[in-house]
Each structure stands twice: as structure tokens, then as C-alpha cells.
């Protein structure tokens, strides 16, 4: 099946420090990536659609200044956290789509990362 | 706007089968999904089913898809202590992949 891959696995950093985390698709070309927030015992929250050479679009209250995204190839997306606080501290997961089918039935396998488990003291 | 529903915590014995239940409300929805999530971990697609298809099987798993009451339920047969997880219901509610997901629901399951 398709792999999707995350880096790091786990991060821990100080208040007011930025950190990248990176999504992978491992043995497929992923023309939209998708980036999730994830509280404990909670569903994910989607926070943005990247899109391959294009600007990512933000959900509604996510901030784009705060919450960067770049997807530079196929292959890799980034989300940079930047100017880090306590409530950024979250699990953080992408995802990557493949298309199936034709026309209107058109499925998107979504195949997600492992996760990235942010914290920020 | 999109809404997905899920009962939270469902309990079985290993052995017995699993009907977890999800409603949805939007009704332009072309395809229904159901993702596992261990503790730590990612998401894993289970299954998806077309808005116009009824029913799925795969192996153990059953989807049914009630499209006028827009329900969707997974039935897992013989569940095993490996099934105990998070169960995720979305929506595809446009094109290009965007999924709206329900709560969650906790499947636990009991030797």
C-alpha cells in the first residue's frame, strides 16, 4: 500500500522557537497533501490543503503567517511551526491523496503519516 | 454546513461482531470512508464505499450505506483484541480529497 512518512516523530522546543516538520510520500507522487491537528481523544482538525507549486489553502481560523506550509515537490510537504507556544502543543498529521477512477467517481484514497507529537515549553 | 456523527465508545466481547454508527448531513457526499487509528499513531484507510453502492465487503469488514438516512455503519466480524482502536467515519464532500471526519468512536474489545 501507499507510505506516507513524517520527520520528526516526536519534537520537543522552547517558546518562541520555530519547528519543521516534513511529510513524505514514499512510493507515490501526491499532488495534494493535507495537514491535521490532533487533540487528545479528539477527531483531527483540518488545518490546510497544500497543493504542489501553489500557495496551501487554510481552514477558517487556522493562521497562515503562524502555520506555514510549502509543498516544493511530488513528494514532500512542510509544515513550519513557527514562534512556538505551549498551545501549539498538539499531535500533527499529514496525509496524501490518491486519486481512483474517472469522471464523478473519482475516490481519494487518503493515506496518512504516522504523526508528529509537538511540545512546546 | 458539514456535519459528522459517531457514538463514542462502543465495548464487545472478542469473538462477537462490531457494528460501529456514523450520520452524516451532507448529502452531496460521493464517497464514505473508515479509518483505524491506534494509540499513537496515524490514521489507517480501512475501507470507502460510493454514495450509490449499498453495501461493501471486504474480509471481516461490512460497510452499509443508507443513503436516505444518511447512515453509514462498519460492521467488523469476529473481533479480535487487535481491533481495539479508534474508529473514524469521513466524508468526501468535494473533489480533490478534502474529508470531514466524525469524533471518533473507541472500539474496545474484551478477551
Known amino acids: 500500500g501507499a507510505v506516507v512518512s513524517q520527520h520528526p516523530s516526536w519534537v520537543i522546543c522552547k517558546s518562541g522557537t520555530s519547528v519543521k516538520i516534513e511529510c513524505r510520500s514514499l512510493d507515490f507522487q501526491a499532488t495534494t497533501m493535507f495537514w491535521y491537528r490532533q487533540f487528545p481523544k479528539q477527531s483531527l482538525m483540518l488545518m490546510a490543503t497544500?497543493?504542489?507549486?501553489?500557495?496551501?489553502?487554510?481552514e477558517q481560523g487556522v493562521e497562515k503567517d503562524k502555520f506555514l506550509i510549502n509543498h516544493a515537490s511530488l513528494t514532500l510537504s512542510t509544515l513550519t511551526v513557527t514562534s512556538a507556544h505551549p498551545e501549539d502543543s498538539s499531535f500533527y498529521i499529514c496525509s496524501a491523496t490518491i486519486p481512483s477512477g474517472r469522471g464523478q467517481s473519482v475516490a481519494y484514497e487518503q493515506y496518512f503519516g504516522p504523526g508528529t507529537r509537538l511540545t512546546v515549553t | 454546513g458539514e456535519d459528522v456523527e459517531q457514538s463514542l465508545f462502543l465495548s464487545v466481547r472478542e469473538g462477537d461482531s462490531s457494528v460501529i454508527n456514523c450520520t452524516y448531513t451532507?448529502?452531496?457526499?460521493?464517497?464514505l470512508y473508515w479509518y483505524k487509528q491506534e494509540p499513537g499513531a496515524g490514521l489507517q484507510l480501512l475501507t470507502y464505499?460510493?454514495?450509490?453502492?449499498d453495501m461493501k465487503q471486504d474480509q471481516r469488514l461490512t460497510v452499509l450505506l443508507n443513503k436516505k438516512d444518511k447512515h453509514l455503519s462498519l460492521r467488523i466480524a469476529d473481533t479480535q483484541t487487535g481491533d481495539s482502536a479508534i474508529y473514524f467515519c469521513?466524508?468526501?464532500?468535494?473533489?480533490?480529497?478534502?474529508?470531514?471526519f466524525g469524533q471518533g468512536t473507541e472500539l474496545s474489545v474484551k478477551p
Open positions: 451532507d448529502s452531496s457526499s460521493t464517497y
Open positions: 469521513a466524508e468526501n464532500i468535494n473533489q480533490g480529497g478534502k474529508l470531514i
Open positions: 497544500s497543493n504542489e507549486g501553489s500557495k496551501a489553502t487554510y
Open positions: 464505499i460510493f454514495s450509490n453502492m
